[in-house]
């Protein structure tokens, strides 16, 4: 067996301190999981059930980076998230086995053409094109889960060019992250190389070129990104 052209290289993600790679399989990113952002947002932020939508494996770029500004938007926003790196797969995990799944954690951007969502809401259709294009993941290099101080509690914080924007503590998700995983779990099955990035705090805004955004995660991980011109 031969492929009709050479598979194109495995998206992966550094590890803090070493050379080694995180194979990147799927992103999966929970929508509303703040109460703040979710009212931001418009929407009532009472415990819905966490529902999810997707990127691609490839959106993924390590930081710090500049990022193209991507095309087809006037509008494109920062959202500050915990990202839970996936080590060990399975199916309708229980909430209490969560963190036996779970092989490590980050910090990440879900950068998210925000007019074409609003626009998808309002007319039905996929938010694919809103928040699944080139290189809308950048992500902090993972923490393995041994160093990782907690997923419950810590400051969640992004500024822009020095000015604090987004400010939260991982003690206020709505769906805390054996929640959420546990929920995922139970309709897809889950793989080694799954990223889920867990939404974002309040003070969603946008970016334009020349912009520095830093961030992170109190005890798991900071970063910065820089938007560059118009691709
Ligand atoms: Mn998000």
Request: overall charge negative.
């Amino acid at each position: 067996m031969s492929y009709v052209f050479e598979p194109l290289q495995q998206a992966s993600l550094a590890v803090r301190g070493t050379t080694d790679r995180f194979p990147v399989r799927r992103i999966f990113c929970v929508g509303r999981n703040y109460e703040a952002h979710a009212r931001e947002m418009g929407n009532d932020p009472s415990r819905e059930p966490p529902f999810f939508f997707t990127k691609p494996a490839d959106a993924v770029v390590d930081t710090p980076c500049t990022l193209a500004y991507p095309t087809l938007t006037d509008d494109l926003h920062h959202e500050i998230e915990l990202v839970i790196a996936i080590g060990k797969g399975g199916a309708n995990v229980a909430e209490a086995d969560v963190m036996d799944h779970v092989w490590g954690a980050s910090v990440g951007i879900d950068m998210t053409r925000r007019d074409l969502q609003a626009d998808a809401k309002k007319t039905g259709r996929p938010w694919d094109m809103a928040k699944g294009f080139d290189q809308s993941a950048p992500i902090a290099p993972l923490m393995p889960l041994r160093d990782v101080p907690s997923v419950e509690k810590g400051r969640i914080w992004l500024a822009v060019n020095g000015t604090l924007r987004q400010e939260g503590d991982l003690a206020d998700l709505i769906w805390s992250v054996r929640e959420h995983v546990a929920t995922l779990s139970r309709a897809v099955t889950l793989a080694p190389g799954d990223l889920i990035m867990t939404g974002t705090p309040a003070g969603v805004a946008a970016v334009v070129p020349g912009d520095v955004m830093t961030g992170g995660v109190d005890g798991i991980g900071e970063l910065e990104v820089t938007i560059g011109n118009r691709a």
